[in-house]
């Protein structure tokens, strides 16, 4: 079975450009999971989803960030404009309710790094 | 606000020793204790507890949870190289899907 599959692997951008991150969760799983790792913060959560609809958004750390959920298969996370700080390892994870609810599965992660 | 603290935020080793590492929680409303392993790449699960004084086992790893003294600690024995990595601790809540991780241990394995 296909674990999370995210795209790009790598992301090098200029500052102001926008850039989209994919993911594809684990079939079957009903959540949906971004988060950003650095290594001054560690891994922190930007955002999930529950059957596509977005449940908590308090992470995003502003408006130049945004995610979509269009169906159970795909989400995007989007920056723009993007900046210097924001580059780190964007990180999408999913999980099921059914059986260790709790337990969330990673995909390989994106490195942006925006110049 | 919800908050998980892990110990030692670093830690080297040689190849044969046994480790423990500990993370603590102090969070409103908990349900479950997550331990992850990252190497150069994504999380990869581990053990989740959710009853107290409870053993989880894998291998060389094992794990326990305090739910009374709000801790669980990582065990593993007879380390190898490739036991390097960054292990994270993560609490899940009631009421909501989400984890609130730790910031990690840096675990380094010489041989």
């Known amino acids: 079975d296909a674990g999370v599959i995210q795209s790009p692997r790598h992301e090098v951008t200029e500052m102001g450009q926008e850039v989209t991150l994919r993911c594809k969760p684990i079939s079957g799983h009903d959540y949906l999971f971004w988060y950003r790792q650095t290594m001054m913060r560690g891994l922190e959560l930007l955002i999930y989803f529950n059957n596509n609809v977005p449940i908590d958004d308090s992470g995003m750390p502003e408006d130049r960030f945004s995610a979509k959920m269009p169906n159970a298969s795909f989400s995007t996370l989007k920056i723009q404009p993007s900046e210097p700080r924001d580059s780190a390892v964007y990180f999408c994870?999913?999980?099921?309710?059914?059986?260790?609810?709790?337990?969330?599965?990673f995909g390989p992660g994106t490195r942006l790094t925006v110049l | 606000e919800d908050k998980v603290v892990q110990s030692p935020l670093s830690l080297v080793v040689h190849e044969g020793d046994t480790v423990t590492l500990n993370c603590s929680y102090e969070v409103t409303n908990f349900r479950s204790l997550l331990w992850y392993k990252q190497e150069k790449k994504a999380p990869t699960f581990l053990f989740m507890l959710t009853s107290s004084g409870i053993e989880k086992k894998s291998g060389r790893l094992s794990s326990i949870l305090d739910k009374k003294e709000l801790f669980s600690i990582l065990n593993i024995t007879a380390t190898q190289t490739g036991d390097s990595a960054i292990y994270l601790c993560?609490?899940?809540?009631?009421?909501?899907?989400?984890?609130?991780f730790g910031q990690g241990t840096r675990l380094t394995i010489n041989p």
């Open positions: 993560a609490v899940g809540l009631q009421g909501a899907q989400k984890l609130v």
């Open positions: 994870a999913s999980s099921s309710r059914r059986g260790g609810r709790d337990t969330q599965y």
